[in-house]
């Protein structure tokens, strides 16, 4: 099983060879874990001139399996603790990096700060540093089936969490006490944890992205959207949804919860192998622009989803690029009233070609407007 992992530090060191560096020094702890298999806290990855390194920082006699936490290393990855209390891996690796002959290393000047570049550095004056730009991620977008199979049980667990959610009484309850709820019974049902912060958001705070619970107790008649998602062996999926509490909705609730799920559905529709990534972002966003509903929009519809919650693509007007197949993204747009509230609904979909079916979606909590 841990042949992937040497697969993916082989394209790595292709791309650093044909930029002229034999040597790569990653320290984004999703970029380790990525190319490693598990990534314990502060450890960082060598690719070595003749041996590759898994440095991490951990009291003496700790093996790296304890300091992994959750996930284990690749077995053919030689793993080296940095023996000085206090010792950063990222310097200790620099150092290893010119005991191996090393007269150039790759590092991800994105992620390092001044300091620690500064570091590295000075423990190695000959060694030219370069940057490795963004090859990981770049690595990292298209999954393979197994991340993918992560993704889906991920998804899986969200949707029980909110399906049990749904079943019991909301009137009364604050936004914190459901975003806890939700956040342990993800848990319950099988999830390292939640992906990111729940949110919940009622009445006047409904639709607003990212929104962080209050006390606010749910009102009859009040939106109440839901965002949330789980995290399963370190990957990380989201599901967003708005329901009308009590009673049946007015109209303009129906009118704007219609306009959105046209939104979301234009988005998802959208989502083909070799389609710009803006193309997607302005499939769905036009279907709020020419409603009205220009400003206060996103600067995204939509993101990559993996290892982090908000990684490459982006679905945005600016963004560059096009999907390929087994790409994991959100499709998330969404409408905030001021005062009033408003709707989001957010799915996780996997990019797949027509012969195969078209969009994976792995969210599947009903999108219909609910009155609970």
Known sequence: MFEVYETRRARLRERCNASGSASALVTRPANVRYLTGAAPQGAVLLLGRTQDLLVYGAPPGTPPQAAAGEGRPDEALRVHAVPSPGGDPAVAAAGLAVSQGAESLAVEEHHLTVGRHRAIASVAPGLRLADVGAAVEQLRVVKDEEEIACLRIGAEIADQALGELLESILVGRTERHLALELERRLVDHGADGPAFRTSVGTGPHSGRRGHRPTDRRVEEGDFLSVCLGATYRGYRCEIGRTFVIGTSPADWQIELYDLVFASQ?????????????????RAARQVLDSAGYTEGLPASTGHGVGLEIDEEPQLAPAAMGKLDACVPVTVEPGVHLPGRGGVRID??????????????LLTITTKELLAL
Do not use: I, K, M, S
Request: glycine share 12%.
């Open 265 to 281: 559905r234009a988005g998802r529709e959208a989502l083909v192998p070799g389609a710009a990534y803006r193309e997607v972002d």
């Open 347 to 360: 799915d996780t979909l996997v990019v797949r070609p027509e012969a195969d079916g078209g969009p994976e």
